[in-house]
């Protein structure tokens, strides 16, 4: 200490004065300091940890990103063009008035995007993993086949997955080799300076996904088809089938060769749906493989557009001439919107008898149509459909399905916690894809997982 003549204000001399007790305050600040970081450490790690502790959310229809789409057309096995959709993430802000025109032979009708999709809009930062999607059907895929699971592909674009949809082929071989060429056409956009989904790609995270006849091309892509010849495409990494299958092909075939996870989902009404167990069992070199049985759905419960489609079409139809008879009834060949709405409610009864029982309509399933609309179809003011106009159960479907509000939201949540636990690498998604989960959510879902 520097002792100083305050009087005179002159320091003659600086002077040392040792105090008794300085060694014991060095030794009382450092342990002061000492305590104060470790605190600081604890109050980091109860952070982290109360964090991590907070319970994980399931995935949302609206991720992280807004949603971009485009379409193109590529050249596909023995030089035919089709129409290849694309659903991507961005950055772009949400376009609320958003649409997709559809194309018919008799003209085309608009469809709303879900989630305000920016047409061409430049791709978020990626890379990204890749899903290509086979649509239902064995005819050649008509223009709406692509946006048959519309919300569900612009949800997983905005959590951060790039979809492909191509229109398919009538032959069941051509669509499992045309799959290999869509990837081949994505990656070399993905690989090109200056495309609009340059850089865009993740090669070594590739997913195969497909509902019926769809369903069947894509494990035959996934897996090989030995009898005709084609071999499994070693880029795809996972897969996500709904109820597939064909006449022509019995997927139990190659089943052992098929070795990566996969999610498959299958109701109880529909003639394939039998099939899900015995293909599942086959799969002996999958792990994880997971079977989702939906106890009741019917085929095109696992179409997440059905509803809102069928609600879209019919109200374009009754705005454009509010006189036209009843949409959902009357088929109205000349108004492609009406038209549209028709055959999506009376689908099960259109495809009997050569799909069989069990493919289910929109007036099966979908209880909600036509509520709010400008020619109400709930007179009574339940807030439902009203009958007979809807019918859960009719000749050609025996049981009443799980409805629309239910089922859609359990094909987003399997399908995207899937996609987020085995082609993001995200594993704490596993947790929505148990047997518990469905249980203590009261889901209309049995899971088995191998």
Avoid at 30 to 55: G, Y
Avoid at 224 to 239: P, Q, T, Y
Avoid at 306 to 328: C, K
Avoid at 349 to 371: H, I, M, Q, T
Wanted: charge should be negative.
């Amino acid at each position: 200490m520097i002792r100083r003549n305050w009087f005179s204000g002159v320091t003659p001399k600086a002077i040392e004065i040792p105090r008794p007790h300085d060694g014991l305050l060095r030794v009382g600040r450092q342990r002061r300091d000492d305590l104060i970081q470790l605190l600081a450490v604890f109050a980091v790690l109860v952070l982290s940890t109360l964090a991590v502790a907070q319970p994980l959310a399931p995935p949302e229809m609206r991720g992280d990103y807004n949603v971009g789409e485009t379409k193109f057309l590529a050249t596909m096995t023995g030089g035919r063009v089709t129409t290849i959709q694309v659903f991507y993430p961005t950055l772009v802000d949400v376009q609320d008035a958003s649409q997709y025109t559809v194309f018919t032979p008799a003209g085309p009708y608009s469809l709303r995007s879900p989630l305000g999709a920016a047409h061409d809009a430049p791709v978020a930062p990626g890379p990204f993993p890749l899903v290509v999607y086979d649509h239902g059907g064995p005819i050649a895929g008509p223009d709406n086949v692509r946006l048959s699971q519309l919300s569900l592909h612009e949800s997983m674009a905005s959590n951060g997955f790039i979809v492909a949809v191509a229109l398919h082929s009538s032959d069941a071989v051509i669509r499992v080799r045309d799959l290999p060429l869509v990837i081949d056409q994505m990656l070399s956009r993905s690989a090109t300076d200056g495309d609009l989904l340059a850089n865009s790609i993740d090669s070594a995270r590739v997913g195969i996904s497909g509902f019926s006849a769809g369903g069947a091309a894509a494990i035959a892509a996934a897996q090989g088809w030995s009898e005709k010849g084609l071999a499994a495409d070693s880029r795809i990494k996972a897969m996500v089938v709904y109820e597939p299958g064909t006449f022509n092909y019995s997927p139990q075939i190659d089943a052992g060769a098929l070795a990566m996870p996969y999610l498959i989902m299958g109701g109880t009404q529909y003639w394939i749906a039998a099939t899900v167990p015995t293909y599942f069992n086959a799969t002996v070199n999958s792990s994880p493989r997971y079977y989702v049985q939906n106890p009741n759905a019917v085929h095109f419960s696992y179409q997440c557009n059905f509803a809102t489609e069928i609600e879209q079409t019919r109200e374009a139809a009754l705005l454009a001439n509010p006189s036209i008879p009843e949409p959902l009834t009357t088929l109205i060949p000349s108004n492609p919107a009406a038209a549209r709405a028709y055959m999506l409610w009376n689908q099960g009864a259109l495809v009997f008898p050569g799909f069989g029982a069990g493919a289910g309509g929109g007036r099966n399933f979908c209880n909600r149509v036509g509520v709010n609309s400008i020619r109400s179809l709930d007179a009574d003011g339940d807030g439902f459909t009203d009958s007979p106009l809807f019918s859960p159960t009719d000749a050609f479907t025996l049981a009443p399905p799980i409805p629309e509000e239910e089922m859609t939201p359990m094909v987003h949540l399997y399908t995207l916690s899937f996609w987020k636990a085995h082609l993001q690498g995200e594993n704490r998604y596993r947790h929505f894809l148990t047997p518990g989960y469905a249980h203590h959510n009261n889901l209309k879902a049995v899971v088995t997982i191998e």
